[in-house]
């Protein structure tokens, strides 16, 4: 039972681009659970949820068996192009991650479909097919991907999860409780059934889709992406909705839009509008965007600027001209108080203006294009001498409000009990033990700014280690001697800078780092293992399988915890029963 519910927890947890499900205001869901008598189930669920999502082992073996059950896309520019957009959202976006929640991270897996989705441990995994149906574009993709960190950051797919398991399966999963220590969190990915997406997606409520458009559409334009990305991705996702998919669980002809019952993320018109209102007010309402039959038509402060007309070969491209050129001018709007701000000059025989900064490419390749430069100059000059007096004051206000909001959620990350920042620390150690060094400084980081941090130079010395794994030698061993000489009591600290002077390819030195670990604690058998692991690097074979012999004897004979050519001589028996345990998994696996 419990493996079934750790693979449901896991698989039922996905906040994804368009699967369909029932409209149910996911705030006032409390309520609702406590008038059908599930309460108590909902409550249960999603603390287990939450503190799923502040699993390491969790985050890392749900991206592990992603893409090994979908593949890795092998495309070397799909890649560049998804890295580029997921690092400048997690890297340069304004946002902030609540106490118990984990840094983002991601994986481009093979699949053909067009979706992608945010697990509850912050793992976004990204399909193929929505990159290619994209045609690589990064502000579309941006928008689509910062809408599902927004779930992540939100915390949607943690509720959803609770709510089906509430109105689902009961008291069944009540009192359930998942491994946060495991490293296996025996996640059984083929158990991913059509009845279990549509168990979790039909728990997904409208408001929530539209909190995600919203925040994602902040979260992108903070990160320098164009404003109008939001409804040109949603305006691509429509035509694919209507036009190309023929996945039932995509999309349902029977279902009526008007009604809002149809699918978790609302209809796809109604979502473009809302987002091409946002870029209008992002730019002070000076920019807005129309559609008449075949036309869509951008104006500054109602005078038309520019238009473009869909063809037949790509019935989408006037709507992104027109949306690109319309989002550079409201960035504009929306980041320069002046006209002189815009930088207006001459350059040969046109008008030319702004940067060569990403958002504003299209906006200036079509005005070069169509000599525009001259009347956008006097439109917008225009613009700023009739603006409205509180225009710009009500840009910075709404801005300071975003931002206070982040500041908040900062604050009590930042100022959460002994318990949570002690969790950070934790973290930030696993994510060195998976090898995800960036993880661990980003972790790190956090918990070395909690007030209620225990133990800053066991936090000192996590650093150096994953700095060590990023390439920085010296940095790592200015922290891990740093960390041992505050505190020469504690043997983790001895044990990081040993790992540290590992990598650094100091062997012997790292063997007194041991050394003087065990001397604090005989009985530690991550030290023996990391002695035993040293010896056989040195070819010092009796002693390896002398420290592998304490390993197995203080992990209680746990036969995963040797080698298996160590194991050998230690026990035989056990040995042959790990072997064909794997090569029944291995049997199992190809069948």
């Given at each position: 039972?419990?493996?079934?519910?750790?693979?449901?927890?896991?698989?039922?947890?996905?906040?994804?681009?368009?699967?369909?499900?029932?409209?149910?205001?996911?705030?006032?869901?409390?309520?609702?659970?406590?008038?059908?008598?599930?309460?108590?189930?909902?409550?249960?669920?999603?603390?287990?949820?939450?503190?799923?999502?502040?699993?390491?082992?969790?985050?890392?073996?749900?991206?592990?068996?992603?893409?090994?059950?979908?593949?890795?896309?092998?495309?070397?520019?799909?890649?560049e192009v998804v890295n580029s957009v997921m690092t400048r959202l997690v890297n340069g976006g304004q946002y902030e991650l609540r106490v118990n929640s984990l840094p983002f991270t991601w994986g481009l897996n093979d699949s053909e479909k067009f979706n992608a989705a945010c697990y509850p441990?912050?793992?976004?995994?990204?399909?193929?097919?929505?990159?290619?149906?994209?045609?690589?574009?990064?502000?579309?993709?941006?928008?689509?991907?910062?809408?599902?960190?927004?779930?992540?950051?939100?915390?949607?797919?943690?509720?959803?999860?609770?709510?089906?398991?509430?109105?689902?399966?009961?008291?069944?999963?009540?009192?359930?409780?998942?491994?946060?220590?495991?490293?296996?969190?025996?996640?059984?990915?083929?158990?991913?059934?059509?009845?279990?997406?549509?168990?979790?997606?039909?728990?997904?409520?409208?408001?929530?889709?539209?909190?995600?458009?919203?925040?994602?559409?902040?979260?992108?334009?903070?990160?320098?992406?164009?404003?109008?990305?939001?409804?040109?991705?949603?305006?691509?996702?429509?035509?694919?909705?209507?036009?190309?998919?023929?996945?039932?669980?995509?999309?349902?002809?029977?279902?009526?839009?008007?009604?809002?019952?149809?699918?978790?993320?609302?209809?796809?018109?109604?979502?473009?509008?809302?987002?091409?209102?946002?870029?209008?007010?992002?730019?002070?309402?000076?920019?807005?965007?129309?559609?008449?039959?075949?036309?869509?038509?951008?104006?500054?402060?109602?005078?038309?600027?520019?238009?473009?007309?869909?063809?037949?070969?790509?019935?989408?491209?006037?709507?992104?001209?027109?949306?690109?050129?319309?989002?550079?001018?409201?960035?504009?709007?929306?980041?320069?108080?002046?006209?002189?701000?815009?930088?207006?000059?001459?350059?040969?025989?046109?008008?030319?203006?702004?940067?060569?900064?990403?958002?504003?490419?299209d906006l200036r390749e079509l005005s070069t294009m169509y000599n525009l430069g001259d009347k956008i100059q006097q439109l917008v000059t225009e613009a700023y001498e009739y603006e409205r007096p509180h225009t710009r004051q009500r840009i910075r206000e709404a801005d300071a409000a975003r931002?206070?909001?982040?500041?908040?959620?900062?604050?009590?990350?930042?100022?959460?009990?002994?318990?949570?920042?002690?969790?950070?620390?934790?973290?930030?150690?696993?994510?060195?033990?998976?090898?995800?060094?960036?993880?661990?400084?980003?972790?790190?980081?956090?918990?070395?700014?909690?007030?209620?941090?225990?133990?800053?130079?066991?936090?000192?010395?996590?650093?150096?280690?994953?700095?060590?794994?990023?390439?920085?030698?010296?940095?790592?061993?200015?922290?891990?001697?740093?960390?041992?000489?505050?505190?020469?009591?504690?043997?983790?600290?001895?044990?990081?800078?040993?790992?540290?002077?590992?990598?650094?390819?100091?062997?012997?030195?790292?063997?007194?780092?041991?050394?003087?670990?065990?001397?604090?604690?005989?009985?530690?058998?991550?030290?023996?293992?990391?002695?035993?692991?040293?010896?056989?690097?040195?070819?010092?074979?009796?002693?390896?399988?002398?420290?592998?012999?304490?390993?197995?004897?203080?992990?209680?004979?746990?036969?995963?915890?040797?080698?298996?050519?160590?194991?050998?001589?230690?026990?035989?028996?056990?040995?042959?029963?790990?072997?064909?345990?794997?090569?029944?998994?291995?049997?199992?696996?190809?069948?």
């Amino acid at each position: 039972m419990k493996k079934i519910f750790n693979a449901l927890t896991i698989l039922l947890t996905v906040v994804t681009l368009v699967l369909p499900a029932k409209v149910f205001a996911a705030d006032a869901w409390a309520i609702a659970a406590e008038a059908l008598g599930v309460l108590a189930a909902y409550q249960s669920t999603l603390r287990e949820m939450l503190a799923l999502g502040n699993n390491v082992h969790a985050q890392m073996e749900v991206r592990r068996q992603d893409l090994a059950k979908n593949g890795t896309d092998q495309n070397k520019r799909d890649v560049e192009v998804v890295n580029s957009v997921m690092t400048r959202l997690v890297n340069g976006g304004q946002y902030e991650l609540r106490v118990n929640s984990l840094p983002f991270t991601w994986g481009l897996n093979d699949s053909e479909k067009f979706n992608a989705a945010c697990y509850p441990m912050n793992y976004i995994s990204i399909n193929r097919g929505l990159v290619r149906g994209m045609n690589l574009d990064e502000n579309q993709l941006a928008a689509v991907l910062a809408h599902e960190m927004t779930h992540g950051l939100e915390q949607h797919s943690a509720k959803s999860y609770a709510q089906a398991v509430a109105q689902q399966l009961g008291a069944l999963m009540v009192g359930m409780n998942i491994d946060a220590n495991s490293r296996s969190s025996h996640i059984d990915w083929s158990k991913f059934s059509a009845m279990v997406d549509y168990s979790i997606a039909k728990n997904i409520s409208v408001p929530a889709e539209y909190e995600a458009d919203e925040g994602g559409f902040y979260l992108m334009t903070s990160a320098g992406f164009n404003p109008g990305g939001g409804a040109a991705a949603m305006n691509r996702l429509s035509y694919y909705l209507r036009y190309e998919t023929q996945d039932f669980w995509e999309f349902d002809a029977n279902d009526k839009p008007s009604e809002q019952t149809f699918s978790d993320h609302p209809d796809t018109d109604r979502r473009e509008e809302k987002l091409l209102k946002l870029m209008t007010e992002y730019g002070g309402n000076h920019v807005t965007v129309s559609k008449h039959e075949r036309a869509y038509r951008v104006r500054i402060d109602g005078r038309e600027i520019f238009y473009s007309l869909n063809t037949a070969d790509d019935i989408n491209s006037a709507a992104v001209k027109a949306y690109y050129f319309a989002g550079g001018l409201a960035k504009a709007f929306h980041d320069f108080d002046t006209v002189d701000e815009w930088n207006f000059r001459r350059e040969g025989n046109q008008t030319v203006f702004l940067t060569d900064e990403p958002a504003y490419r299209d906006l200036r390749e079509l005005s070069t294009m169509y000599n525009l430069g001259d009347k956008i100059q006097q439109l917008v000059t225009e613009a700023y001498e009739y603006e409205r007096p509180h225009t710009r004051q009500r840009i910075r206000e709404a801005d300071a409000a975003r931002k206070a909001a982040w500041d908040k959620i900062r604050y009590e990350a930042d100022n959460a009990k002994v318990k949570a920042a002690q969790i950070l620390r934790t973290n930030a150690d696993t994510y060195n033990d998976h090898g995800q060094g960036e993880l661990a400084l980003k972790q790190i980081e956090r918990a070395m700014r909690a007030t209620n941090q225990d133990n800053q130079a066991e936090c000192l010395a996590i650093r150096g280690r994953a700095k060590a794994i990023c390439g920085d030698y010296d940095g790592a061993l200015v922290d891990v001697d740093a960390a041992c000489e505050q505190d020469p009591s504690n043997l983790y600290n001895f044990l990081n800078r040993a790992d540290v002077r590992h990598m650094r390819g100091e062997l012997e030195l790292a063997l007194e780092d041991i050394n003087r670990a065990i001397t604090l604690d005989e009985k530690n058998a991550i030290a023996y293992q990391l002695q035993a692991e040293l010896f056989d690097e040195l070819a010092r074979v009796d002693e390896a399988l002398e420290s592998y012999r304490k390993v197995y004897a203080l992990t209680k004979k746990n036969p995963r915890a040797v080698p298996l050519n160590y194991l050998d001589k230690i026990d035989p028996k056990a040995a042959d029963k790990v072997r064909k345990a794997d090569k029944e998994a291995k049997s199992n696996d190809e069948t």
